[in-house]
């Protein structure tokens, strides 16, 4: 398999991805799941009043399949993917949930996309009125093409603003670094937009006027492992898990 070429990380982006099949993997696996879930709820009588546990099971699923798309990208290119890539001049292009697209089956969607071109620019319109059914919450009520599955960017968070980062920087533990996080509905975003959250949106969570489930959301952690956690949780709680090296130390139990 080929590594990524250097010239990717200044944000000048081949066109098309490197023939990668993943044959019938994980993330197969998990999409079939997830087709599933979301079934059984469109079964029930409507998906909104389906039963909460239901879409959160769907939920769950979304985020699984993401995080074992962005391990598999790291597997492929010894690196995670930038938080989003930029042109010559430092202009945001892509986000990297655009990135991981190959990783998801969405090989087609992928190579509709001009990468030298900014994510909302006319010519990647074909994409830009799509949206993969593994970043919709069936529990939001949100406008076409956007999504509340939000990355942590900053220089202390899992996805590093200006470059790909390594697994190995994150000493804090895989399992205890948030990777992605589920935002309120009012934060949402689309899902090719190069913009996400800081660990600074965590402490502030009780300001919320809604949440994507009842008490509170999901969160993806660097080792792909899920939990549903309170937006009530305490500010110093989420500020160790925001961040990949605070040497902090978290009691489990506690939150």
Known sequence: MKRIPDKFQTGVVRKKFVGIRLGLTLVEALIIIMILAVLVALLLPGT?????ATRRMACMNNLKIIAVAIHSYSDTYQSLPPAYTVDENGQRLHSWRTLILPFLDEVSLYETIDLSKPWDDPVNATAFKKTPLVYHCPSQDLP????????????????????PRQFAEITDGTSSTVMIFEVAAE?????????????????????KK?????????????????RFISYKTSAE?????????GDDDIDAGSW
Request: glycine letters at 12%; hydrophobic letters at 30%.
């Open 144 to 163: 076409g093409g956007y999504t509340t599955y939000l990355g942590l960017v900053g220089e202390e968070n899992f996805f590093h603003p200006n470059r």
């Open 237 to 245: 709680i989420f500020r160790a898990l925001s961040t990949i090296a």
């Open 187 to 207: 934060d949402a975003t689309h899902w090719m937009s190069p913009h996400d959250i800081s660990g600074e949106y965590l402490l502030h969570l009780k300001e």
């Open 48 to 52: 909104r009043r389906a039963r909460p």
């Open 210 to 226: 809604s949440q994507p489930h009842n008490n509170g959301g999901h969160i993806t952690f660097a080792d792909g492992t899920l």
